[in-house]
């Protein structure tokens, strides 16, 4: 038996639910590549990128997810055997070192724990040992998706400040951009990177990089440029050079509605959203710990992201047993643990175009599911959630 009939909930972090109104707007014959109401488009869509990061600096966009642009940022910037610092603090912003590597960076990992934020501190103290200034690049996740962590990224530029070192400073907003406050130019950031489909709500396929004067300057001489992500030929008079190609017309229509519906209700509602929505479930995770099985992976409460919270699990056999319940007969699809946590923990999403319902949804499935599995846990889950909202949303 089962009580999944109805719309199946993906409830994991990324990608996250499309509004239907960004679906309608995609559902439309596609118009002139080369001039008229696209460029338009493409010029609205510039815009507001830089007013979501809060920048004035400039702008791409690629027809790829977030690995591309990971590409992007740094194939543009940097020349072969550049030494690069990875901080860690979970999957993420290795995997992107990983790929620097790929392409002919020397990758220095900072190491870091998967359970803390990284520690300005380390980052400082690694910077003042680099007296010949070797390292050019810094790279960071805001939030790591896979620990769940939010990184400080002013107290690491502060870092970088204090250590008196001219690298760049390349961030990750691909799960916080929309979740979670970012200023770019006030944090003096060189490199944003983002992609559309967590906390931006559009369906996958796009992904951005925005970029600080000292960025561009350093690309005049980066050597690891290549065609598709060159930003020096996406500054060409031809609209289709924005996009090195044919522009990508219906998911270009997805994300303008997206990012109107992110104008309107306003990035400081978006934040406080995420920011109750997250208290909730961390307010429904607090009570399954009690039970022993389950546990927070982010030791620390003032670092657990607005976005995703990632929850730790005695093993795969437990794992896979809630996963399959909430799935089969619920209808609502959680995340699962990646990389070192691959069978070994829960993701519950909580970015975007999500409300109460919705979440109370995911957290009320898991609750059943350890319920009908027998899994120890602390009773009271869901109503704990509900007494966060009704205690922090005034009526
Ligand atoms: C999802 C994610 C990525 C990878 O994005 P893709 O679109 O899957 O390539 C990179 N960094 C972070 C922080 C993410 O959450």
New binding site residues.
Partial sequence: MSVRNGRQFLSI??PTTVPDEVLAAMHRPAIDIREGELVAVTERLRKSLCDIVQSKGTPYFYI???????EAALSNVLSRDDKVLVLES????T??GQAGGTIGLDIEVLPGSWTAAVKPEAVEERLKADISGDIKAVLV??????SSVVNDIPAIRQAMDNAGHDALLLV?????LGTTLYKMDEWRVDVT?A?C??GLMMA?GL?FTVVSDKALERHKTATLRTAYWDWSAREGPEHYQKYSGTPPVHLLFGLEKAFEMIEEEGLEAIFLRHRLLAGATRAAVSKWVEGGVLSFNITDPTERSN??TTVRLADTETLNAIHGYCEQKCGVIVGVGIGAFTGKALRIAHMGHLNAPMLFGTLGSIDMSLKALGIAHGDGAVQAAIDYLAENVSA
């Fill in positions: 972090p990324g790829a997810n977030g690995h591309g642009a990971w979970g999957v993420f912003a995997g992107w996740v805001q939030v790591d998706t896979a990750d907003t691909i799960a916080s990177v992609a489909q967590k996958p992904s976005s995703v």
